[in-house]
């Protein structure tokens, strides 16, 4: 198969910086604040050409958010940041600028993939971020904020399946964010730094949940508001609700891994979270044994009881 070769047109030119700095960046451009202090020291070091070449979008016609005429930087928008704190380091010399035409979204978003790749190894939260930036979304939740969120997305998507049975974990990134979006955005807006047992399974869950119920649902806002601080409405000799059982009994049990979500803990630990969401979202309890015990099934049994959880 051959790929769809596409010639853009482009141009030479020279800009002065201030021209340069009056570019917005490109809508996906990823957050380049934290990348600051790093390449103002690499430009503290020394100099070389490719710190005045800058790379320009221009819209030759109407797509996405852009209009005919519209600019935007597609490379360099980390110097340009480290340029205005630090106009010592600016070149006493014109920048070197290349204009791409654009005319279409998708080859857009292809063009930036491939610009950035070379020029800055673009991280895979860094793509995040940019994402957030395209769709105007600013996270309030640290983990969201940072575009640290990947691992967890894709295994709630193991619990997804589409209409013949393909789990959405598989899926391009990007259609899986789409998935979970509205949920996405509502957990965020429940600020997870202010949760005293947060963790990736259970950013997992709610997710699941939320998908699950709706992210209007007087009982997802209930757990939400009870699992923030751990507080429960049942716990005595014969049963207990599902918060406590997350809260206190999983975390005793599993607070070794509970922050480590890896592809060999995250089924079993996920399984045993929803299990306990869902009980409460039901109004379910979980029972005791006259010893004390739980009648909690095996994790063996909740993996699979949860597979289809989203189908």
């Known amino acids: 198969m051959k790929p769809n070769f596409k010639k853009y047109k482009t ?26 202090p790093k390449v103002t020291k690499i430009l503290e070091e020394s100099y070389t050409p490719t710190q005045s070449e800058f790379k320009v979008g221009l819209a030759v016609k109407n797509f996405g958010k852009y209009k005919v005429g519209d600019m935007f930087l597609l490379d360099g928008n980390t110097r340009t940041e480290v340029y205005k704190r630090r106009p010592d380091l600016i070149p006493p010399f014109p920048m070197d600028i290349t204009i791409y035409e654009c005319d279409d979204e998708g080859e857009t978003k292809r063009l930036y993939g491939s610009i950035d790749n070379q020029v800055s190894a673009e991280k895979s939260n860094e793509k995040i971020t940019g994402l957030h930036r395209e769709r105007e979304f600013e996270p309030v939740s640290k983990i969201f904020r940072q575009g640290k969120y990947k691992i967890a997305l894709e295994f709630a998507g193991y619990y997804a399946h589409n209409e013949n049975g393909v789990l959405l974990q598989k899926v391009d990134f990007e259609l899986l964010l789409d998935y979970f979006w509205d949920e996405l955005q509502f957990i965020d807006s429940q600020n997870l730094d202010t949760f005293k047992r947060m963790s990736g399974a259970v950013l997992v869950t709610l997710l699941l949940i939320t998908k699950k119920y709706g992210i209007n649902n007087p009982m997802v806002h209930q757990l939400i508001k009870m699992y923030r601080n751990g507080y429960t409405t049942v716990n005595n000799d014969v049963e207990m609700d599902g918060v406590h059982y997350v809260f206190n009994v999983l975390y005793e049990e599993l607070s070794l891994i509970w922050t480590s979500l890896s592809y060999a803990n995250a089924k079993p630990l996920v399984s045993a979270i929803l299990y306990g969401f869902d009980c409460f979202i039901n109004y379910d309890t979980i029972k005791k044994k006259k010893n004390g015990n739980l009648l909690a099934p095996s994790k063996e049994k909740l993996m699979d009881r949860y597979q289809f959880f989203l189908k």
């Open 11 to 36: 141009t030479k030119t020279e800009w002065s910086f201030d021209k340069v700095s009056s570019i917005k960046p490109y809508n996906r451009n990823r957050d380049v604040l934290p990348r600051v």
